[in-house]
């Protein structure tokens, strides 16, 4: 099975608001983030795709906290794919620290023309270099619905 796409990163300070923590707008923030750094393996990067035609527009996006994180906590972005349809990439984003999982989602993006935004089916050039991350069940390899996990992985509970 696939290993889940995985990025580190570092709160700063102006992520977080008086209390303290993780402003929660931040964490759509970092699922983009781990989708970009994901293109940029994948593809070269976000340019690769519209340069051969092909855009992307979020059109679903979820996220559930279960523990914040603070300033200077160094993350990991957790990014697999679980669905690409006909015009529709699904994606599941964990963000941990250490073993502790703090949020987790998922976000549908609509692949279309860059110019006219209509929508396009996925090209098999970008359906093959996803393919190595996309995962079953639903969850990222690593991550399971019942809490247990590798070590070094994000349990979700």
Excluded at 129 to 135: A, E, I, K, N, T
Aim: with cysteine; proline share 6%.
């Amino acid at each position: 099975m696939p290993a889940p796409f995985s990025h580190g990163l570092r709160v700063r300070y102006a992520e977080c608001d008086p209390q303290g923590v993780v402003f929660n707008a931040h964490y759509l923030a970092y699922f983009d983030i781990a989708l970009t750094e994901l293109w940029r393996e994948a593809f070269g990067g976000y340019a690769t795709m519209l340069e051969r035609g092909v855009d992307l527009v979020v059109a679903e996006a979820g996220v559930r906290y279960r523990r914040p994180a603070r300033f200077d906590d160094q993350l990991v972005l957790g990014l697999a794919f679980t669905r690409l349809g006909r015009t529709s990439i699904t994606s599941r984003h964990t963000i941990g620290r250490g073993e502790e999982l703090l949020a987790e989602g998922n976000m549908r993006h609509v692949v279309v023309e860059p110019t006219t935004t209509g929508k396009l089916p996925i090209p098999s050039w970008l359906r093959e270099g996803l393919g190595r991350w996309v995962v079953s069940d639903g969850s990222p390899a690593g991550y399971s619905s019942s809490g247990s996990s590798s070590p070094g992985q994000i349990p979700v509970t």
